[in-house]
C-alpha cells in the first residue's frame, strides 16, 4: 500500500507535499544482466565482474537507465490517486546521474510533489525524486517525474 493514497479531487492541494521515502532495493548482479540482455547494453563496466574490479569504479555498477526505470516500481510505494480513469508516466524532465550504483548496492526514492497542472481530463503532477545509496551522501540519480491523472 503507498504511503499516500488520494482522491483526484484532492490532487491539486498537495503541490509541495512531502511523500517519504520507499523501502529499500538491494541492485544485484543478476538484475544488471538481465537489464543489460534487454538493453542491448553489455559494456563490461556492468557485466564483467572479474574486469570491473579493476575499473574506475572497483566493481560492476548498474545501468545509469536501470537505476531511472526503478523510479516506476519506487512511485508504487509512495503514491496513488483513486477516482481515475487512468494513470499515465506521462514523462521525465532534468535528468542526472550524479553517482554510479555498484552492485550489491541499496537504493531509495526520496520524492516531494513540487507542481500539478490542470490538463484536458485531468491533472499533471511533477514529482522531484531523489534515488539515495544507502550509505553514500550523493544520490545515484536526480529527476522530476511526470505522471498524469484522467478523470
Known amino acids: 500500500m503507498p504511503n499516500l493514497v488520494v482522491d483526484f479531487d484532492k490532487l ?3 503541490t509541495g507535499t512531502d511523500l517519504g521515502r520507499t523501502d529499500y532495493r538491494e541492485i544485484t548482479q543478476e538484475e544488471i544482466n538481465k537489464f543489460a540482455d534487454a538493453t542491448g547494453d553489455d559494456q563490461w563496466i556492468h557485466v564483467d565482474p572479474e574486469r570491473a574490479k579493476d575499473g574506475p569504479f572497483g566493481a560492476p555498477i548498474a545501468h ?8 516506476v516500481p519506487f512511485w508504487g510505494e509512495l503514491f496513488d490517486v483513486e477516482g481515475v480513469s487512468a494513470k499515465v508516466n506521462y514523462g521525465l524532465d532534468k535528468i542526472r546521474f550524479t553517482s554510479p550504483v555498484k552492485v550489491n548496492s541499496r537504493i531509495r526514492m526520496q520524492a516531494t510533489i513540487t507542481d500539478i497542472t490542470e490538463v484536458k481530463g485531468g491533472a499533471q503532477i511533477k514529482v522531484n525524486t531523489v534515488i539515495e545509496i544507502e550509505g553514500q551522501e550523493r544520490p ?4 522530476d517525474f511526470l505522471a498524469r491523472f484522467y478523470k
Request: proline share 0%; charged share 0%.
Open 64 to 71: 545509469g537507465f536501470l537505476t531511472l526505470s526503478l523510479i
Open 12 to 14: 491539486f492541494t498537495l
Open 140 to 143: 545515484a540519480v536526480v529527476a
